[in-house]
């Protein structure tokens, strides 16, 4: 599966980078007949159209993922379409668990590479990512002995074997 993965993304990855191209260059074409062209080396023009070739290896890697999951062609397709497309446009920037949510996927990652300047934003992506990692590590909040975790205590079985007392079940 894995060689599958690898040639799928190459592939994709250069049907990206040959799109992305021809739409700069004949969109720059069209453009300069009226004197509103840009050249490749313009601020942010390289950004946008690396970020517009990669789009396509993400996505179709994103697909396979959702089908290896899945295992229905139907389903995957439509989840695909789901997750790449519908999932991005509902979540919003307003809320902090929205903000993270949104800050995963690729349309909203392509929309923040293809955005000029810089912009203010309630939930920055730093925050969702210094978020993942302390969960990643294991820390919590307040967990009150200092040392992020409960104190160590007895461990006592919820259930108890049927024919036994009460006092047996606590031993």
Do not use: N
């Not at 509902?90 to 590479?113: C, I, N, S």
Request: charged share 15%; glycine share 12%; aromatic share 4%.
């Amino acid at each position: 599966m894995s060689a599958k993965v690898l040639i799928v993304a190459v592939v994709q990855t250069l049907f990206g980078a040959l799109a992305a191209a021809a739409s700069f260059w004949l969109s720059q074409a069209v453009l300069s007949v009226r004197d509103a062209g840009l050249s490749i080396t313009h601020p942010g023009a390289l950004r946008l159209v690396v970020a517009s070739a990669l789009l396509a290896p993400v996505c179709a890697v994103t697909g396979m993922a959702l089908g290896a999951q899945l295992r229905r062609s139907a389903v995957s397709v439509v989840g695909s379409v789901l997750l790449l497309l519908f999932v991005p446009m509902v979540l919003g920037e307003r809320r902090h668990l929205t903000a993270v949510l949104a800050h995963t996927t690729p349309l909203k990652a392509w929309q923040r590479l293809a955005a000029p300047g810089t912009f203010e934003q309630p939930y920055p992506w730093t925050v969702g990512g210094r978020v993942a990692g302390v969960r990643a590590v294991g820390g919590r909040r307040g967990g009150g002995d200092g040392a992020g975790g409960a104190a160590p205590g007895p461990v006592r079985s919820a259930t108890r074997r049927p024919g036994r007392s009460r006092r047996a079940a606590a031993r």
